[in-house]
């Protein structure tokens, strides 16, 4: 009789620490036991066993995304049909790309019941779309094309009436930013106004049930076995997100960072999870998103001095005062934070809210609370975060898309505060990997190879000294996005007693590049999940 007890062997078995082993033995979703040598596996008595010779092939802890938007990816599957890759970068570009959607007719099963077109990811820094060129190409109802960092939006005529942004009554939120003509007319271009725009898109459950799910695939296909969900813009996501994981629909480990209005309406409604929560064994309620400034493409994150083709230093989103009312309201619930920093100001003001929350640094440093993105980090900011116990989500993928630009916009004095990984792991400070999908695509191998060549696009490296190894650039993917939910101890390193969430891959630890790697199957509690 076979049990549930499988033996993978023959391999090449990832450790975090230490030369890799040969063999590991799973059983009821566990990690039982791993060795380094064929001989020891003679003394397990596994008659009854599966035994799976891998042939040589790497089988690492399950590889994962520390931050990521689902539910954007499944919208942005919907609602566009180019990849990132092949934004619009010039007006000729566009024109031609929106007039092929369109004709597509495919936009219109995009929303339910606003009918809105909206659009993702079709221009980029090289292009912005102009008004008059938005309503001549739709007209008839309300036009939102996303620049793919999703901080800048384009407007036609339609959707700025849509949002009053011309209406007398209207008061314009915080920190949005809407570029007015001399005439102070709406020109048709808004920075930072993402959830101004979630209010005039209304969906139904079914849609936001089908676009998690489309965005989910494209997760495990992937070759993910655990993402951080960064969710909850649209009114309904976070539930639909609950029935999902009770259908047991969710394949993989999801843990949700709730937008900071998703978690004051669940709170305020008193149907707010205990941090910590699971729903039907994937879905676990672990943290709060917070924005402390925009990007850096759109001159947006708050820098500590004048960016160098603008007169300003970006905005701050939270003012240290706003965020330490936000983030004792958080820490209040039990719950942790995931502050969104991209400028070195954005972290002062984080660290200062955490400085005077009135919880003291023992309790602080408990919440392990996640500085997301971690762009621009000055030298005399590392010990303020080691001392609070906060840790860095990067998304190496970034340095190769920002390179060709980022030093022509970032002012000269913060060019060594850029990207600095290599110097987070040597300070100890905890590094998880991640995507930003669908900022960039989800490629982890991409993500990983990023890391460690840290290309500029023009055949240089970018700072070489913060250079990751394979095996540090592996290990912020695996063992590193463990960290980012506070469960290093149950997975990501595979060790005996861990949960068997893991990779089979087709590499080897001795390659310096990752380049010709493939995921093969994913396992999540020792179940295959994805088979490429
Ligand atoms: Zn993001």
Redesign the pocket.
């Known amino acids: 009789m076979v049990d549930s007890t499988i033996l993978f062997h023959n391999g090449s078995v990832f450790s975090t620490e230490g030369p890799p082993d040969c063999w590991i033995l799973i059983k009821d979703g566990k990690v039982a036991a791993r060795g380094y040598s064929a001989e020891q596996i003679k003394d397990l008595n596994l008659d009854n066993a599966t035994k799976i010779d891998l042939q040589g092939k790497l089988l690492t802890p399950g590889i994962g995304d520390a ?3 689902v539910g954007d990816v499944g919208w942005g599957r919907e609602a566009s049909v180019t990849e990132p890759k092949d934004s619009a970068r010039s007006k000729d570009d566009f024109v031609n790309l929106t007039r092929e959607y369109l004709a597509s007719e495919k936009w219109l099963t995009i929303n339910d019941t606003v009918n809105n077109f909206e659009a993702l990811g079709w221009w980029d820094e090289s292009y912005v779309p102009d008004l008059e060129t938005l309503d001549s190409l739709v007209s008839d109802r309300p036009a939102i094309f996303h620049r793919r960092c ?1 901080h800048v939006m384009a407007l036609n005529s339609k959707a700025i009436s849509a949002l009053r942004l011309d209406s007398e009554e209207f008061v314009p939120p915080a920190n949005i930013e809407i570029v007015r003509d001399e005439n102070g007319k709406a020109a048709g271009l808004l920075r930072e106004g993402f959830n101004l725009v979630s209010e005039i898109r209304v969906e139904s459950s079914t849609t936001l049930k089908r676009r998690i799910i489309l965005g989910l695939e494209t997760c495990v296909k992937a070759g993910l076995t655990q993402v951080h969900a ?1 969710e909850g813009k649209e009114p309904g996501l976070i539930e639909a997100w609950i029935e999902l994981a009770k259908e047991n629909k969710l394949k993989i480990r999801v843990f949700l960072s709730i937008f900071y209005d998703a978690f004051v309406d669940l709170k305020t409604r008193n149907i707010l999870p205990k941090q910590g929560v699971t729903f039907g064994d994937r879905l676990t309620f672990d943290r709060v998103k917070l924005f402390a400034d925009g990007a850096l493409g759109a001159n947006t994150a708050a820098l500590s001095k004048h960016y160098k083709q603008a007169p300003h230093s970006g905005i701050a989103l939270e003012s240290i005062e706003s965020m330490t009312f936000k983030l004792t309201e958080i820490m209040d619930q039990g719950y942790r934070a995931e502050i ?1 920093v991209i400028g070195d100001r954005a972290v002062d003001n984080t660290l200062g809210g955490l400085f005077n929350s009135g919880y003291s640094i023992e309790q602080i440093r408990k919440f392990r609370h996640i500085l ?2 971690s762009q621009i980090i000055r030298k005399d900011q590392h010990q303020r975060i080691i001392d609070l116990g906060c840790s860095c989500s990067i998304q190496p993928q970034f340095v190769t898309s920002d390179a060709p630009w980022v030093y022509e916009s970032v002012p000269d004095e913060l060019h060594d505060a850029l990207y600095t990984w290599k110097t987070f792991l040597d300070l100890g400070i905890p590094v998880h990997g991640g995507s ?1 999908s669908p ?1 960039e695509e989800i490629l982890p191998l991409e993500a990983i190879e990023a890391a460690i060549k840290r290309s500029d696009g023009n055949g240089g490296t970018f700072m070489p000294a913060e250079c990751l190894t394979l095996r540090e650039a592996l290990s912020i993917f695996t063992h590193g996005v463990a960290q980012g939910v506070r469960l290093e101890n149950k997975i990501g390193s595979l060790l005996p007693g861990q949960l068997a969430d893991f990779n089979i891959l087709n590499g080897s630890l001795d390659d310096t590049s990752v380049q010709n790697w493939k995921i093969l199957e994913s396992f999540v509690e020792g179940k295959l999940v994805f088979k490429a």
């Open positions: 931050h990521i938007h999703l960064c969104h997301n993105h930003d900022v």
